[in-house]
């Protein structure tokens, strides 16, 4: 996909990020191709909503993030809003999403730029709300303590319909979950939980989670719930710390909605879209989850090995039995050919075709190193 327009989205904490930016920078400007910096505050200013920061950058066909996954959800929520590509530099601790490192991101960019490239899609979500959430005042500065400022609640898109019963329909495209938690600590938060428009059960929580394959590897994962193949489309609903015998996690399809309505007796809800806080519900308010329409679409420079990942990023080659019986030997071959009756199935790619990356991996010129660490210091 030859690119036109590039938005950037950068970890400005992360040394390497910064040193890498003006790889990506210079690069633009060799291709005569539009750069723009986006998803960027001070303490003090306002953050934008994903369209508005998408009208800023120009509308760009990619946006390059560099930093680890919780950036690259930044620039997700706003590639999302034009069908923009997102390509994930990897400079994070996990690394479920990013896709180079750093010091391959300018080989990465011709790749993307000439053609070598593909694009993977993603099942995302979105939503409905009994009303347009909100966050009053001082509770944002609370929550988000030594976090920076908030996105702002997000926007009604144009179909919603007044008075019509099925609430409002927010510009919501979450790739991960949308967690619905409660507030005062001392408090868990009551909700009527519905599967497909029909009641599963009450529940008092410390919070519950809808999210998606991409998203079970995330908070889902830390509440005790599954691992989805990111091929995969459901929605995985997973109760945290809830106060009843049922606590298991359960997994719809990406057309069955899950309403969550805050009880009567309940406290007040914080509503948070890929780990960003965007209203406070109010007991008797709801809000439904369902897959979205709406795909992201991620670059991949060559076969992702979504299981080899899992082994490492998880260091699962710690366990016991490797320790005693050594490595386990495989059993398909990815370097052959697949026989017939296995060529329809998704096989692992040979090793050395895999694409994991190396977060320390960053071998760039010397005075831009400098230069990034004197930016941050």
Known sequence: MPVSRLGLVVHQGRPLAVQAAEVVREWC????????????????????GGMAE????????????????????????IAAKNDAAVLGVDLGKVGFLTEVACGDVEEALEAVHHGGATIEERMTLTMRASRPLEIPTGIDAFLRYGHGPALPPPAVRPETVEGDGWGVALDVTALN??????????????????????????????????????GSTAYSFAAGGPILSPNMEAVVFTPVAPHMTF???????????????????????????????RGVLDPGDWI??????????LVRLGP????????DRFRLTDAPATGIDGEADSVFR???????DLAHLRLPPPRSAAVIPDPVACDLPADKARSADDSVG
């Not at 990815?334 to 017939?340: C, F, Q, S, V």
Request: hydrophobic share 40%; charged share 20%.
């Open 29 to 48: 400007t060799r291709h005569d191709i539009g750069c723009t910096d986006i998803d960027v505050w001070k303490n003090q200013e306002h953050r934008r």
């Open 54 to 77: 998408m009208q800023h950058a120009g509308s760009p066909d990619l946006v390059v993030t560099l930093g680890g996954d919780g950036t690259f959800l930044r620039g997700a929520r």
């Open 177 to 214: 979950d949308v967690v619905l938690e409660k507030l005062a600590r001392d408090h868990q938060v009551s909700l009527g939980v519905y599967l497909a428009g029909r009641l599963l059960a009450s529940y008092s929580a410390d919070a519950v989670i809808v999210a998606t394959p991409t």
């Open 247 to 277: 606590n298991r996690t359960v997994v719809a399809a990406p057309d069955e909605p899950v309403l969550l309505r805050v009880l009567p007796h309940s406290g007040q809800a914080a509503v948070s879209i890929d780990g960003q806080l």
């Open 288 to 297: 439904g989850v369902y897959g979205s329409l709406r795909r992201l679409r």
């Open 304 to 311: 992702t090995d979504f299981y080899g990942r899992l082994r």
């Open 334 to 340: 990815p370097d052959t050919p697949a026989p017939p």
